[in-house]
């Protein structure tokens, strides 16, 4: 009777066993049938009809599978995350708002200048410009040995053009005047012009009584702007008997500079720099740049 009995709760607890387990469906297709021993966050072990066992991780199984295992208060927590939502169960997507902008209106046909003076910055720019223009007039006419107000007034009128006008103008040199002989001297020619006969082959020599060529006095000597170029080589080999101490010619003659607003009387030359001279004047020494010197002019000292 003991064995019958012993028997019998065996037979019924493989029958239990067989019909609580479970069919699970996997993502590949097949199916597991068995019983859940034990499970965690990574895999599920489940016990086999064929007496196996075989650990499944939770994203192999199928959605059907998930969904039944969810069904099960102790699997939901674990397989709710591998559950994919539904059409219907996704959230409404937010809704984009786009907020209107003030753009700036352009103009239809823009220019740089009507850009430039539409603002503060552009007009402020155009002034400098135009004051530079007045500039490069000025040191034009001072280079160039232009009247002044000539060469500033047509660039005012017409910037940028004027000052090219008279840059691309030559430098004229001033004619040399050649002093005429004086009529009855010796050597001139007779009233009308025209040499008599014989003339041409006439030769005065110059007597003991007339004074020679050695004892003729000097006679100015005038550089103007234009005819010459004023820097530091043209100061250096023309006036180098006035550097420093007089010397030579230059004690015989005295020096005069004419700028646009004064006439300098020079003592002597004190440096010459590459911009500018140092000059001793009766005041004292005086700084003058080579751009402001308009004439140079050399007089005879009277005995």
Not at 29 to 45: A, E, R
Not at 68 to 94: D, G, N
Not at 229 to 241: D, W
Request: proline share 9%; hydrophobic share 40%; aromatic share 8%.
């Amino acid at each position: 009777m003991r064995k019958f009995l012993i028997f019998l709760g065996l037979w019924l607890g493989l029958t239990a066993g067989v019909f609580a387990a479970e069919t699970l469906t996997l993502a590949d297709g097949t199916s597991l049938s068995g019983d859940i021993v034990k499970f965690d966050d990574h895999d599920v072990m489940i016990h086999t009809t064929a007496d196996g066992y075989t650990n499944i991780a939770w994203s192999q199984f199928s959605q059907d599978a998930l969904k039944q295992l969810s069904a099960t208060p102790k699997y939901r927590p674990l397989a709710e995350p591998f559950i994919e939502p539904t059409v219907s169960e996704h959230p409404p997507k937010p809704e984009i708002k786009v907020n209107p902008v003030t753009r700036m209106t352009l103009p239809e046909h823009p220019s740089i200048l009507g850009g430039l003076a539409q603002s503060s910055l552009g007009l402020f720019i155009l002034l400098i410009l135009y004051g530079t223009n007045l500039y490069a007039a000025y040191e034009v006419a001072v280079v160039r040995g232009k009247p002044l107000g000539l060469v500033m007034g047509l660039s005012a009128v017409l910037p940028i053009i004027g000052p090219i006008i008279f840059l691309s103008q030559p430098i004229q040199a001033a004619p040399i005047e050649e002093a005429a002989p004086e009529e009855g001297a010796p050597g001139a020619p007779a009233s009308g012009g025209t040499p008599g006969p014989g003339q041409e082959d006439i030769q005065i020599v110059s007597a003991s009584w007339q004074p020679s060529q050695e004892d003729k006095k000097p006679q100015p000597q005038a550089f103007s702007r234009g005819a010459f170029t004023f820097n530091k080589r043209f100061i250096e080999t023309k006036f180098a008997g006035f550097i420093g101490e007089p010397k030579g010619d230059a004690k015989n003659f005295s020096m005069e500079i004419k700028t646009l607003k004064d006439t300098i009387a020079v003592e002597c030359i004190k440096q010459v720099g590459a911009t500018e001279a140092i000059l001793e004047t009766p005041t004292g020494p005086l700084s003058l740049p080579f751009a402001d010197i308009q004439e140079i002019k050399l007089i005879p000292k009277t005995a």
